[in-house]
């Protein structure tokens, strides 16, 4: 008879519903199997290997449930432009790298992938520093080596001419400019190139990379949202052979017809779900989400539309039909209000029951009304949402004001809204676009620009784990918790101070008292010291452990 031996963690403070003072916990076979106080569990688990926490702070493993894990992992190790405050610097960067893969010895006709430009925020000396790198000026730094430069948001990118040219049909496609940043079809096929030239073992060490981060990040599951014109099929085939310890979901962006189409689909490419980077519109920051009005800020475009009406229709349709979770990237309001018209359709001919067993997926979600929430929350419809793009470009006079105007940028990313609609949330990082950070992500998340839009400490740590199990289909109510039947995903934490914090005073004026028994979080305010990941455990198996690294 094999005896399974059981650990027990004591001495911590264990973040868990079932028991809020609980202070250690007992783990059997991957699975938690006690949660309570340390003389409790001493007695009730004599024979157990007992595990010394000292102080540290338990809580469920995150989930990050949109990420891009081989341009993440590209970024980590290669060229970054986050820091990048002017054109003129921005080239300084590139140069640096092109130097610096000379000396190393590099061939000059190796791909530099950078990406994470960001000419909203760029100032400088010159006229001209506060616009993007023409493709004269990136040749002038690289010469005749492929370059592919995409902007933060990796919807538009700066190529040079010997990647250009690695696309004979380019300049025939729509959004290309010879000299300016490439969007839409012409930006799809340069990528496309971009990614031809990353060689098998290159990816494979990229994604590694992205998903040992997550891991050091208490992330015990990832989504990975692939597709055609993201990461194509070849990278998305690699993910799913990759053996790693943090589980991944797997979603691929492509349009289906019908039900055969879309089993069909799911074969071909071993996703999980049909949905993810489908992309109905593009991104703020590069002026292809699409709008209902003209950007501010150049208003004769009010961004692309990559899917038509009948497109998505049949695309929720099927995946409906076929038991699929689908789902679309959204994230201008022309583009929710499209979803939300085939969704409306839907429900009249096969029902809101059909369509919510599936918990199709928006991500983004950036501009709802309170009425198209209405219909998602009927819908069961999950926003797969990222906070950091409000603490990155929600402030006055930032990205957001810049090209919508303070009116509409005041209504993007309302957490709170959606929440008291109905509709489930996930909170992930879109990494690259924003670092895989929850404790970051639920700072930014409590500490929106606009505080009618913030959610609470407890809402945003919900989002980060039960909410992205939910979002990847699990919703038994207790995968993402510390409770006896949970899976045993956890991480310990190094945390400072603790507080209670409700979403408003009324709710923290009874959270706060005691007599609530109400679990406290780290403190996530501005400028407090986040966690610190010590050791990261999914289903018994350790992910992460700094203390062995």
């Known amino acids: 008879m094999t005896i399974v031996a059981t650990q027990l963690l004591l001495g911590g403070i264990v973040y868990s519903a079932a028991v809020p003072d609980a202070t250690a916990m ?32 338990v809580t469920p493993g995150f989930v990050d449930s949109h990420v891009h894990l081989t341009s993440t992992g590209l970024a980590l190790d290669g060229l970054t432009l986050n820091e990048a405050t002017s054109r003129t610097h921005c080239l300084q960067l590139v140069a640096e790298a ?13 791909l530099l992938w950078g990406l994470g430009w960001d000419d909203s ?9 506060g616009r993007f790198p023409t493709t004269s000026e990136l ?6 080596r492929p370059v ?19 696309v004979p049909e380019l300049a025939d496609a729509a959004g290309y400019h010879p000299e300016e940043p490439l969007v839409a079809e012409a930006h799809h096929l340069v990528r496309g190139a971009a990614r031809q030239l990353v060689t098998a ?14 891991a050091a990040h208490g992330v015990v599951a990832v989504h990975e949202n692939g597709g055609p014109d993201i990461s194509g099929l070849e990278d998305f085939l690699a993910i799913a052979e990759l053996d790693h310890p943090v589980e991944i979901r797997r979603y691929w962006g492509q349009p289906v017809t019908d039900e055969e189409h879309a089993a069909e689909l799911l074969s071909i490419t071993r996703a999980d779900a049909l949905g993810g980077d489908l992309f109905i519109d593009g991104a703020i920051g590069s002026h292809t989400a699409w709008l209902t009005e003209p950007y501010t800020d150049d208003p004769h475009t009010s961004g692309i539309s990559y899917l038509d009406a009948d497109t998505i229709r049949a695309h929720l349709r099927a995946c409906t039909l076929a038991g699929i979770q689908a789902g679309f990237h959204v994230i201008g309001d022309a583009a929710t209000g499209a979803v939300v018209e085939a969704l409306t359709d839907l429900a009249d001919e096969l029902g809101t029951p059909a369509i919510a067993r599936c918990a199709h997926r928006l991500e983004h979600a950036e501009m709802v009304t309170a009425a198209q929430a209405e219909v998602l929350s009927r819908c069961g419809v999950i926003a797969s949402m990222q906070p950091l793009f409000d603490a990155e470009w929600g402030g006055p006079g930032d990205l957001y004001e810049t090209r919508l105007g ?10 709170a809204m959606l929440a008291k609609t109905g509709v489930a949330l996930s909170f992930s990082s879109d990494a690259p676009v924003t670092p895989i950070d929850p404790w970051a992500t639920i700072r930014a998340a409590v500490h929106h620009h606009r505080k009618t839009n913030a959610i609470s400490p407890r809402g945003a740590f919900a989002a980060t784990t039960r909410g992205g199990w939910r979002a990847g289909g699990v919703n038994d109510g207790l995968t993402g918790t510390l409770t006896p039947g949970a899976p045993a995903s956890y991480a310990l934490w190094e945390a400072d ?8 005073e009324k709710v923290q004026r009874w959270s706060t008292d005691p007599r609530s028994r109400v679990p406290a979080l780290p403190d996530v305010s501005p400028g407090a010291a986040l966690p610190r990941c010590v050791r990261t455990v999914h289903r018994g198996r350790v992910l992460y452990d700094r203390d062995a690294t």
């Not at 004599?46 to 540290?56: H, M, Q, W, Y």
């Open 98 to 110: 092109v130097a610096a893969d000379a000396a190393a010895g590099h061939d000059e006709g190796e």
């Open 121 to 129: 925020t760029w100032e400088g000396a010159g006229p001209e520093d």
């Open 201 to 214: 073992a290159q990816r494979e060490r990229a994604q590694r990379r992205a998903l040992d981060v997550a």
């Open 148 to 166: 592919y430069l995409a902007r933060v948001d990796e919807h538009s990118a700066v190529a040079s001419t010997a990647l250009r040219r690695l």
């Open 497 to 504: 101070e603790f507080v209670v914090a409700g979403s408003h």
């Open 139 to 144: 040749d002038a730094v690289v010469g005749a």
């Open 406 to 415: 303070p009116d509409r940028a005041a209504t993007l990313n309302d957490f």
């Open 26 to 57: 007992a783990v059997t076979d991957g699975m938690v199997v006690w949660v309570g106080t340390d003389d409790v569990g001493r007695a009730l688990h004599p024979d157990a290997e007992v595990i010394d926490l000292n102080g540290l702070f």
